[in-house]
């Protein structure tokens, strides 16, 4: 990666009309003297990915969505920028000579394919896709470590923790992802079995997509980035805490062998981790709020409770089975996540589906590439049957 004052750093960014995509891009709108962007793909939203090609101008863009591909090339035409559509088209581009670093910000498992591809041609990868190494992080890794392929976290914990590492030469001890807690953190049991669609998309301090925001409220989204850390850090399962930080000023901490805990601290923007991935290993100036820690005043921390959000429970269980649990884990969340926006199940039977999503796929111990995308697939099957036998 080049990242001299002379030479700009140029971008393909993953599902560019996404949460993290547009905040990415409004990370590069700040800095155009950093970066240039070679490549936006987008999976349906045609207007703004047409909005985001005029503003500025990649070499090419990809529809995902054949179906849309006419109407993104004839808004695009005039401008002389290249219009593909479908996946392979993706992972072709990405690796590509023009592109120097791949954000990832394409939702679920979908992202997997075209971070392989990027991988496998050596380019730097800022991560925001907790999938690909929830998924197949024991055969991700190695292959970014053979192809030279350096990846740089995005989600704020992981980030935070990346941070925190930064001129260590010791490892760390444990881990320490926060949370915070989600807009249900209080509720009980009974308040949990009737909370709406609309509730669980009001996060009390981040704002997300609609499947992350639900994954934040059921506590899965700790149990993915505990997986994800797993992979990033070559840290055991068991040497990973999570604690809810109502707050959400640390953002994570890293716990060494002399006592010394190191923590990130600043308010929660996702623009300054996309920054800090896009423009490592150098800081750029991001106007964003400061932590004032007079107004603050103090800071909270409790255990998760896992009766209420037995997600957590569920991931750390698959994380410590390995093979293809987190896998089989993740597409039966997906489905029930789905189902959950679409109003077909209650918020508490997400993980009541996700168990029974493990416990009737079958298990690889030592799953190859493949053996994660068919596992994907028949687990995503497994889940649908469940729901049209128990939810419909």
């Not at 700009?8 to 995509?21: P, Q, V």
């Not at 992981?158 to 444990?174: D, N």
Request: hydrophobic letters at 45%; one cysteine or more; charged letters at 20%.
């Amino acid at each position: 990666m080049n990242n001299s004052s002379a030479t700009k750093r140029r971008l393909a960014i993953l599902g560019s009309t996404g949460s993290i995509g547009t905040q990415a891009l409004d990370v590069v709108r700040r800095h155009r003297d950093l970066f240039s962007i070679e490549l936006l793909t987008a999976n349906n939203n045609t207007d703004l990915l047409i909005q985001q090609a005029k503003e500025f101008e990649p070499s090419a863009v990809v529809i995902c969505n054949p179906d849309r591909y006419h109407e993104v090339a004839d808004a695009l035409q005039p401008l002389y920028i290249k219009v593909f559509a479908g996946m392979e088209s993706v992972c072709d581009l990405v690796a590509a000579d023009n592109v120097d670093m791949v954000l990832t910000a394409m939702v679920g498992f979908s992202g997997l394919e075209s971070t392989v591809a990027a991988i496998r041609a050596g380019k730097a990868i800022a991560l925001a896709n907790k999938e690909t190494l929830v998924a197949a992080g024991g055969i991700i890794m190695p292959l970014a470590r053979e192809s030279g392929s350096p990846i740089l976290p995005v989600d704020s914990e992981h980030s935070a923790i990346f941070q925190c590492l930064q001129g260590e030469r010791i490892r760390p001890v444990k881990l320490i992802l926060t949370g915070s807690g989600g807009p249900f953190r209080q509720f009980t049991a009974e308040q949990l079995h009737e909370v709406t669609v609309d509730a669980a998309l009001k996060h009390p301090r981040w704002k997300m997509g609609a499947k992350v925001t639900i994954d934040s409220a059921s506590l899965m989204n700790k149990g993915l980035e505990l997986i994800e850390a797993r992979w990033l850090f070559d840290m055991a399962p068991e040497d990973i805490e999570v604690l809810i930080h109502p707050e959400s000023v640390i953002h994570s901490m890293v716990r060494f062998a002399d006592g010394s805990v190191m923590a990130q601290m600043a308010a929660p923007d996702m623009r300054l981790p996309i920054q800090y991935a896009l423009s490592y290993p150098l800081r750029q100036e991001l106007d964003v709020e400061r932590v004032d820690f007079v107004k603050m005043g103090a800071l909270h921390f409790e255990q998760p409770d896992t009766d209420r959000f037995p997600c957590l429970a569920i991931a750390r269980d698959c994380v410590s089975r390995g093979g293809t649990a987190c896998c089989t884990m993740n597409a039966g969340n997906e489905i029930a996540v789905s189902a959950f926006l679409e109003g077909r199940i209650r918020f508490t039977d997400i993980p009541t589906i996700v168990s029974e999503t493990l416990a009737a796929a079958p298990f690889i111990e030592k799953p190859s590439l493949d053996d994660v995308f068919s596992t994907n697939f028949e687990a995503r099957r497994i889940a649908e049957t469940i729901l049209k036998k128990h939810f419909n």
